[in-house]
């Protein structure tokens, strides 16, 4: 067992889903042409002066009171300075002392118990630019500015978590804390949710922090885990070897499964941080944030106790269904028009999350509005149709944007109920076999098994299975 223990934390970037960047007018969109959303005050070109975008501050906020975190009633932009191709002030906008959000918390189930990870901060900003940087031995670098000025947030924990599998879940429920609140949509595929680790080792038990080593460059939440382990092995070796940890800046390669150098560690000097003089002070007042307070909607952990709660449902289903806000939001209008959950709860989770992830599609552009889903249902009640048919209706339904009435006369595929017509088509197959109708006389009851398939059989599957077997059990 390993005399050392993992001490972790980390630095999450969230770009925000406000309309316009966060100092200027320029759109904030993504896959636009390169350097179109561009203005004089996100180009930083001379005279011009930044203005605060009010959706940044709310968001900000609405982001700090999820994560249990201190509003400040004042806080303040700084200046972070450094010298890159992508940043064409020469500084970015961000906050230093005197951030909005401070002293939060997220609360994780691992490992049998419950660790609370400490929220050190969440302050605003802004983000850069992006280089994009050529192939093989051409050598050279564009520079794309649309992503400079975009509204951040960046999401600083403690160094609380202890295995790369708590990082892993800490991402995963911060991703969905923010898409419930839907200032982010978390895409990290796009950069719109960027994870930068810090790890350092200590002897297991000890309360000392050793020099630690920040990875940058991760684009998943499993390379979060795969780099963490990878960083966790190459320390332990320096450290069994009698050797030293550098504080360093390290990137992680996917390719070969390891990190390698990028520089070493600034400090907070290395970025002489000052006051932005172009920005005031924010001060806010208790009524402000007791409103956006009001406004915030029920998040993740609420909603699935209350799904349980209230709708009986098992935990596993609850946390299935509430795993995104708008899954959740289907969810509820389906059991509006159909009162029992616990089956509306099985045909989003079997059949509408399987036909959404093999189309790749999200909840929000389903053809499938929840009261047509009720309506395949109520069907069923009825005995219009069969639970095989009604798989078949609501792939119909989901491919064409259908009601459920409407696919099912369309396609002829109404239920069989009638016992005459039924009694004809069962008179027909005992006679056609003779042999199996013995055996299930003889006590072998899966004969009656297939006995009822060859009727499914000649009516295309629309023969009412309870009235088939109760008519079967008469005649035999």
């Known amino acids: 067992m390993s005399a050392y223990e993992a001490v972790i934390g980390l630095e999450v970037h969230v770009e925000l889903l406000t309309r316009t960047k966060a100092f200027c007018s320029c759109p904030n969109e993504f896959g636009s042409e390169p350097n179109t959303n561009v203005c004089p005050v996100c180009l930083a070109l001379p005279g011009v002066l ?8 709310k968001y900000a906020v609405e982001a700090g009171l999820a994560l249990n975190c201190e509003i400040a009633s004042f806080c303040k932009f700084d200046r972070k300075n450094y010298f890159y191709p992508d940043l064409p002030k020469a500084y970015q906008i961000s906050q230093y002392d005197l951030p909005l959000c401070r002293n939060g918390y997220l609360d994780l189930e691992a490992g049998g118990g419950v660790r609370r990870v400490g929220i050190t ?40 978590l202890r295995t790369p599998r708590e990082a892993h879940l800490f991402l995963e429920k911060l991703k969905q804390i923010l898409r419930y609140l839907d200032v982010s949509d978390c895409k990290m595929e796009e950069g719109s949710l960027r994870c930068d680790t810090n790890i350092s080792l ?40 009698g050797g030293r940890v550098e504080q360093e800046t390290r990137a992680w390669n996917e390719e070969t499964g390891g990190t390698l150098v990028m520089r070493t560690k600034e400090t907070a000097s290395d970025y002489r941080y000052f006051p932005d003089p172009d920005l005031p002070p924010i001060v806010l007042d208790e009524q402000m944030v007791d409103r956006i307070r ?110 459920a009435a409407e696919v099912v006369e369309e396609k002829g595929l109404l239920q069989i109920s009638d016992e005459e017509a039924l009694a004809a088509i069962i008179d027909g197959v005992i006679a056609a076999h003779p042999q199996v109708v013995e055996d299930y006389r003889s006590g072998t009851k899966k004969a009656l098994g297939f006995l009822v398939g060859q009727v499914m059989k000649q009516t295309q599957g629309k023969a009412n299975p309870k009235i088939v077997n109760k008519l079967f059990s008469a005649k035999l």
């Open 50 to 57: 930044p203005v605060l975008n009010r959706s940044l501050l």
């Open 121 to 160: 901060r969440v302050h605003m900003e802004e983000d850069a630019g992006k280089l994009l940087h050529s192939e093989g031995d051409a050598g050279y670098s564009l520079v794309d500015l649309n992503r400079a000025g975009v509204p951040l947030l960046e999401i600083v924990t403690e160094p609380d």
């Open 202 to 241: 200590r002897t297991a038990g000890s309360g000392v922090l050793n020099t630690k080593v920040e990875i940058k460059n991760i684009s998943s939440f499993r390379a979060v885990e795969r780099a963490l382990d990878s960083e966790i092995a190459r320390q332990r070796r320096l450290y069994e070897a």
């Open 294 to 403: 009001e406004g915030l909607p029920e998040l993740p952990e609420a909603r699935r106790r209350r799904f349980i709660e209230e709708f009986g449902l098992p935990a596993y289903d609850a946390e299935i269904l509430t795993a995104s806000r708008d899954l959740a939001d289907y969810f509820e209008e389906c059991i509006k028009c159909y009162h029992d959950p616990k089956r509306v709860g099985n045909w989003v989770m079997v059949e509408l999350l399987r036909l959404l992830n093999a189309n790749n599609i999200d909840i929000r552009e389903s053809k499938v509005p929840p009261s047509h889903l009720a309506e395949l249902l109520i069907l069923m009640d009825k005995g219009a149709i069969s639970g095989k048919i009604a798989k078949t209706v609501f792939e119909e339904m989901f491919a064409r944007g259908k009601g």
